[in-house]
């Protein structure tokens, strides 16, 4: 199984971007989903969380622009990124989590501009 991450992209400070990931050769058994994010010199760092049921978290920066979304019968997640900021750039990585093990995304380089 293999996630495919799409969607990253140059834009303007305000401009939104749509996050996109689906698990490709197989469903998996959904517990949680979630994009990470690596600015460059930084660790990586939790963006939103979806979990199986409809909840959500977000980090602090994010809260209020950002929206998660997740179909755990196609094993896809989304993240709505509106009014980016240049401190959003970065390269993002989705997460699934299933009840025996996780898989992680080839990162999608957001980069937005001043």
């Known amino acids: 199984v293999q996630l495919q991450a799409s969607g990253g992209g140059l834009v303007q400070a305000g401009e939104s971007l749509k996050l996109s990931c689906v698990a490709s050769?197989?469903?998996?058994?959904?517990?949680?989903m979630a994009w990470y994010r690596q600015a460059p010199g930084k660790q990586r760092e939790l963006v939103a969380r979806w979990l199986s049921g409809g909840s959500s978290i977000y980090a602090g920066p994010v809260k209020g622009r950002f929206a998660i979304s997740g179909d755990d019968a196609k094993s896809a997640v989304y993240l709505q990124m509106n009014s980016l900021k240049s401190e959003d750039t970065a390269v993002y990585y989705c997460?699934?989590?299933?009840?025996?093990?996780?898989?992680w995304g080839q990162g999608t380089q957001v980069t937005v501009s001043s």
């Open positions: 050769g197989s469903t998996l058994p959904v517990a949680a």
């Open positions: 997460n699934i989590v299933t009840y025996s093990r996780e898989y």
